[in-house]
């Protein structure tokens, strides 16, 4: 390898002597070698290095790939005028739209009479080097990267600097107070970059300014008083810049600016900015900056005047009479401009004069494309209106579209519905081919609506930019969604949404219709980047909506029926309903609900309620697929509220015969309990036969949600005691861990273990068994041998333990963890330690379980001695409880 960089390096020696010889200019050979460097870094391979640099051969100059590359330029300038006419210095650099994907080269300070770097539209990653800050550079222009990092505070000391273009990159912190001293800057373009923190009072003294942009960043602070001296200023851009407003009343100093963009500020109201001395204003976007009063006669009398766009703000009055005369003006936006005089503010006004022949429950969109059957048989119509700067479009079905603004500085052409130029492979990719295209607000509009609940279903794909590695894979486009007027999407991306480009995505969202029309809306909201792969590429785009009923439809049959079998169908009718009451009343479900609410009502419920219809659209009607659990008390269904909150529903089984006073005890119970092991009860829902119970949702079934279901009959089987209000405390946590540890042993339900049928709890049960000598009994016949005895009777003690009659006798859990790991000894449990010294339910049990022993044994006697206790009464105090108010004091006891 060495020996094969020593011949390169003597044939470019050679050829250099060579054209020496023939006295032609020439670039030293140092340069030559840096620019092999500079090659290396950039990841450029084409440069033909076998020829001179400053030739101007093809390898040199543009054109080197094939001309359809729009924007793209390879040139390497020289200035040969050195020594007379015999010695050549690059002194510019373009390589523009190669996807090139090195990094920013050191090696330009090996170039030391470069004036020029322009590296737009590549591939590059990495940050700014410091070393050029040493450098005469005019021109540095790096638009359209993979730039990362933060503003070397060197470049400041470029005093030669003209131009510094880094739009479209990832460049982030603050642009450093130094940049004040650049003295000949004329030109500092940042659009779409992460920068933040204020701007720095010393830019004010940048007086030689004459573009300034600064869009889509996360600058904070208000839009500086300072701009007033740059008198220069031609252009100035500060749209969703995160500046806040209002715009300086100072800017009317700056008369010479011809393109004026300031949109989505933050901030107070204002009046409207005094511009009436800018007589050279040609672009005019004022667009959502909170701007209150009237509108400005003057800007009628604005002779040059082309583009203006006040949307978005809170203008009143009437549009003044002076803008009849207006004729240069190619475009006037003044939409949701509120209540200004004669304007268009919506599509209500195109639609005064329609009337609704019948009403509609749906309708489906393929949004810039043909009609298409998609989603199994769903009929998507056509939406092929070409669109336009200021449109409203009336479909021949139920909905129309209106599309406003213009893409500003667009070089690739005004097109409204954009096409899919590679294959797509995804699911009904039909829908996804075309989609359509704003500059900046798109809304649909669904009207002879039959008021209701809808899900709204919005497709996306980013069909614009490549999945690749060039520059055209770098584009941003973000946006917002509102639907009846709600933001329900903020800074929408789809690419990000849908794991890459080429990929659908689609959002579902519940709205309600109240007056029978729908209004969903797409906004740019001034953020992401606007000239990847070409200037004019941004917007909201959609490929397709779905607008669906939550409610059942009702019949619309529109036949005719004779009298006769109207009175026949009342007839069968009548008779079905007295066969189903009756029916119902056989089975004891007649008065079902009276009985629930008379239940509820003796209950001080801390939880909501929920109608049917609420349950059946978060759970899509009970799908199969929505269901995540089976218990007991019936199946668990995952849910989605309208307001974006999961739930899990819990349906009582219609063949639960003690469903609903378990139902009734849970809501009681649950509601009234506040436990960070517990998930929350939102609510429940009595409607009809169904009984639902509407949880907080823990996703991949949890730990604590499974311990849930496990509290909740612990909490069942302490009833009396826990009735109250108050917080239970984490010994309640052991004692319900000493219950699940049981029934792991044992293979069966604390609530359901039944030995010879005779109805006895677990607990209690091994209670007897411990004081007996006999706990091995407690173990799963099913395990057979194939365990441990010592390990079972050590996992048995430590639920013991847990179960203790006093909360301060059980263990921590630290100290359960480490008994059942072996690590210490598990505490020896006295008998009896589990049962208070007035336990009369355990004398009870302990007969029952002699008389299961010894049949002869007098029934009368235990009857009696059962009679004693209540069977569902806990063997635990009420110290379990957190006081129903704890004050700090009692916090700082507990530590």
């Known amino acids: 390898m060495q020996f094969g960089r020593l011949f390169t390096f003597s044939v470019v020696l050679f050829a250099y002597f060579m054209l020496l010889a023939s006295g032609a200019a020439l670039l030293p050979v140092k340069e030559v070698e840096a620019l092999k460097e500079i090659a290396k870094t950039l990841g450029k391979t084409n440069w033909n290095f076998s020829v001179d640099p400053c030739s101007g051969e093809s390898e040199w100059k543009t054109p080197l790939q094939p001309e359809k590359e729009k924007g793209f330029q390879n040139t390497v300038t020289c200035n040969c005028s050195y020594a007379n006419n015999t010695v050549c210095h690059v002194i510019s650099i373009i390589l523009k ?5 090195g990094i920013l ?111 889509d960043n996360h600058f904070t602070g208000k839009i500086p008083d300072f701009i007033q001296n740059w008198t220069n200023l031609d252009k100035i851009q500060i749209q969703a810049s995160g500046l806040e407003g209002p715009i300086p009343l100072g800017i009317s100093l700056c008369t010479k600016i011809s393109d004026l963009r300031i949109s989505d500020l933050k901030g107070r109201e204002a009046s409207f900015p005094p511009l009436s001395n800018m007589n050279n204003l040609k672009t005019l976007v004022l667009r959502s900056c909170n701007i209150v009063g009237e509108m400005p006669a003057y800007l009628g009398d604005m002779t040059v005047l082309k583009t203006l766009d006040l949307s978005f703000n809170k203008l009143t009055g009437e549009i003044p009479s002076s803008f009849n005369s207006l004729k240069s ?11 200004m005089g004669n304007n268009s503010s919506g599509v209500f006004p195109c639609l005064k004069s329609f009337r609704c022949p019948q009403n509609s429950y749906s309708f489906h969109i393929n949004s810039g494309g043909r ?17 336009g700067a200021s449109k409203f479009f009336l479909s021949r079905y139920n909905w129309a579209f209106s599309s406003t603004g213009n893409f500003m500085d667009n070089d690739a052409g005004t097109v409204y519905i954009a096409t899919n130029t590679s294959g797509l492979t995804m699911k009904d990719y039909q829908l996804y081919m075309t989609a359509r295209l704003s500059p900046l607000s798109l809304t649909y509009y669904g009207f002879c609506l039959l008021n209701g609940n809808y899900t709204v279903s919005l497709h996306f794909a980013e069909i614009l930019f490549t999945n690749d590695k060039t520059y055209k894979s770098l584009g941003r486009r973000i946006f917002d969604i509102f639907i009846q007027g709600k933001l329900v999407l903020k800074d929408f991306n789809i690419e990000d949404e849908a794991g890459g480009v080429g990929k659908a995505v689609i959002k579902n969202f519940t ?69 189903v009451l009756g029916i119902l009343w056989w089975k004891g479900c007649y008065g079902r609900k009276n009985e629930i609410d008379e239940d509820l009502r003796g209950l001080d419920l801390q ?53 609903n006073r378990e139902f009734v005890n849970e809501i009681g119970m649950i509601s009234a309990l506040q436990h960070p092991n517990l998930v929350r009860l939102y609510g429940c829902c009595i409607e009809g036969n169904q009984l639902l119970l509407v949880y907080e949702y823990m996703e991949n079934n949890s730990l604590a949600r499974a311990l849930f279901g496990k509290f909740s009959f612990v909490w069942g089987y302490m009833a009396p005691e826990y009735a109250m209000r108050g917080y239970l405390t984490d010994k309640a946590d052991v004692y319900s861990f000493g219950v699940v540890a049981l029934e792991i042993v044992s293979g069966k339900s604390n609530t359901s273990y039944r030995p010879k049928e005779e109805c006895i709890y677990l607990l209690d049960w091994a209670l007897v068994l411990q004081e007996k000598g006999e706990l091995m009994e407690l173990v799963d016949p099913r395990l057979e041998s194939n365990y441990i005895k010592e390990e079972v009777l050590g996992m048995i003690n430590v639920a013991l333990l847990c179960t203790n009659s006093s909360p301060t006798l059980r263990p921590m859990m630290s100290s359960v963890v480490s008994m059942l790991e072996g690590q210490t000894a598990v505490q020896k449990v006295a008998s009896g330690s589990g049962i208070s010294s007035d336990d009369m339910k355990f004398k009870a049990i302990r007969n029952q379980y002699q008389q299961i022993l010894d049949p002869s044994m007098n029934d009368s006697q235990t009857q009696s001695m059962s009679m004693e206790a209540p069977w569902t009464e806990s063997s635990t105090s009420a110290s379990d409880l957190y006081p129903v108010n704890p004050d700090s004091q009692y916090w700082k006891d507990r530590e």
């Open 105 to 215: 080269p050191p090696e330009l300070v090996k170039l030391p009479y470069l004036q020029e770097i322009d590296l737009t539209r590549n591939y590059l990653n990495g940050s700014i080097p410091k070393e050029w800050g040493s450098m005469q550079l005019i021109n540095i222009s790096l638009i359209g990267n993979r730039l990362s990092g933060v503003l070397p505070i060197e470049l400041a000391n470029i005093t030669t600097l003209k131009t510094f273009t880094l739009e479209y990159n990832n460049v982030s912190g603050v642009i450093p107070p130094e940049f004040g001293n650049m003295v000949s800057i004329e030109r500092i373009l940042l659009t779409s970059n992460n920068f933040t923190g204020p701007l720095p009072e010393t830019l004010a003294k940048l007086t030689t300014l004459k573009d300034f942009r600064i869009s």
């Open 607 to 659: 939880t909501g309620s929920f109608t049917l219809r609420q349950i059946k659209a978060a759970t899509n009607n009970f799908d199969a697929e929505n269901k995540i659990g089976e218990g007991g008390f019936g199946p668990v269904y995952k849910g989605l509220l309208s307001d974006g909150t999961i739930i899990a529903v819990k349906q009582l089984s219609s063949k639960s015969k003690q469903g």
């Open 511 to 579: 709205t309600v219709v109240t007056g029978t029309t729908l209004e969903i809306r797409f906004y740019w909201n001034g953020k992401g980047t606007t000239g990847i792969p070409l200037k004019g590429t941004y917007g909201p785009l959609v490929s397709a909506i779905s607008v669906t009923p939550d409610f059942k439809l009702p019949s619309e049959d529109g036949k005719k029926i004779s009298p006769g079998l109207v009175v026949g169908i009342v007839l069968s009718v009548s008779c079905l309903i007295v066969i």
């Open 329 to 339: 003006v190619e475009l006037i936006n003044l939409f949701g401009s509120s209540s």
């Open 371 to 387: 009609e298409v059957v998609a989603d199994g048989s769903t009929t998507f119509e056509d939406d092929i209106d070409s669109g």
């Open 97 to 101: 739209a190669q996807s090139l994907p």
